[in-house]
């Protein structure tokens, strides 16, 4: 039966910094070094994916603030239409007819 050895998030990290340094594939340097190819991939993708700066978000210097309430108010019976654009092709459509 095989045995599973449980490693911390630093010693994934250590494990992690000797394959880069190895330069072999990760596949041969799990196989050498008696690591789980899938643990090891697993433990990879979250590391990194911890190192990454969380995203700044920049208010747009044109953004403004819409008050719905005086739009139905000022004109019953006409709608209205607003288009926000979120971003990377992201937009959220209100509408009232």
């Not at 910094?17 to 008696?34: N, P, T, V």
């Not at 700044?56 to 139905?72: C, N, V, W």
Request: charged content about 25%; glycine content about 8%.
């Amino acid at each position: 039966m095989k045995q599973y050895t449980r490693r911390t998030p630093q010693q994934w990290q250590v494990i992690i910094d000797q394959w880069h340094d190895s330069g072999l594939s990760a596949s041969r340097f799990c196989e050498e070094m008696a690591v789980g190819y899938a643990s090891f991939c697993n433990w990879r993708k979250r590391l990194a994916a911890e190192r990454l700066p969380a995203p700044q978000y920049k208010r747009p210097e044109d953004a403004t603030f819409i008050d719905l309430g005086t739009l139905s108010a000022s004109s019953p019976g006409s709608g209205w239409s607003i288009v926000l654009s979120l971003g990377e092709g992201i937009e959220l459509r209100l509408s009232r007819p």
